[in-house]
């Protein structure tokens, strides 16, 4: 059996963070183009577009930032076609520089909550294994690492 091991961190600024996050998935590498098909169509339901289409780059940390939380609630769940149409003038409007509207704004956080819990269940369906570990701020490297 063949898996495939993805791992990232979280950013660290050694100062007000009490720990840096390093975390990753493995997924069988049968899962892994599904996975990926599977991703680019919740994008798609999530924001009417690929977010690289707008320059946008999908990351964890902005999809469920404090803001897009207070920007999702701010209103009622919009319904599926209205949020995606919304999502794309978010988008292009900021691509073009130009202020989005607070229903712009609403539908954008719904979208970004909306696509991280599509992740986790599509993680889940695919069979994907979750790993993670928490370093303390201020901890050493150990001796010899490179």
Same mark, same amino acid.
């Given at each position: +059996?063949?898996?495939?091991?993805?791992?990232?961190?979280?950013?660290?600024?050694?100062?007000?963070? #009490?720990?840096?996050?390093?975390?990753?998935?493995?997924?069988?590498?049968?899962?892994?183009?599904?996975?990926?098909?599977?991703?680019?169509?919740?994008?798609?339901?999530?924001?009417?577009?690929?977010? !690289?289409?707008?320059?946008?780059?999908?990351?964890?940390?902005?999809?469920?930032?404090?803001?897009?939380?207070?920007?999702?609630?701010?209103?009622? #769940?919009?319904?599926?076609?209205?949020? !995606?149409?919304?999502?794309?003038?978010?988008?292009?409007?900021?691509?073009?520089?130009?202020?989005?509207?607070?229903?712009?704004?609403?539908?954008?956080?719904?979208?970004?909550?909306? +696509?991280?819990?599509?992740?986790?269940?599509?993680?889940?369906?695919?069979?994907?294994?979750? +790993?993670?570990?928490?370093?303390?701020?201020?901890?050493?490297?150990?001796?010899?690492?490179?």
């Amino acid at each position: +059996m063949t898996w495939l091991f993805f791992v990232d961190e979280s950013g660290h600024d050694h100062k007000t963070t #009490p720990y840096e996050v390093r975390g990753g998935i493995a997924l069988h590498v049968e899962r892994l183009w599904p996975f990926v098909q599977d991703i680019q169509r919740l994008e798609i339901e999530c924001f009417g577009l690929r977010l !690289r289409e707008s320059g946008k780059e999908l990351k964890g940390s902005t999809l469920i930032d404090r803001k897009r939380f207070r920007f999702a609630h701010q209103d009622d #769940p919009l319904p599926s076609a209205t949020r !995606r149409t919304l999502c794309q003038e978010f988008l292009s409007k900021g691509a073009r520089r130009e202020a989005p509207t607070q229903g712009e704004f609403t539908a954008y956080g719904q979208g970004c909550l909306g +696509m991280a819990r599509g992740i986790f269940r599509l993680l889940k369906h695919h069979g994907a294994i979750a +790993m993670a570990s928490a370093i303390p701020r201020g901890a050493t490297k150990p001796a010899g690492y490179r």
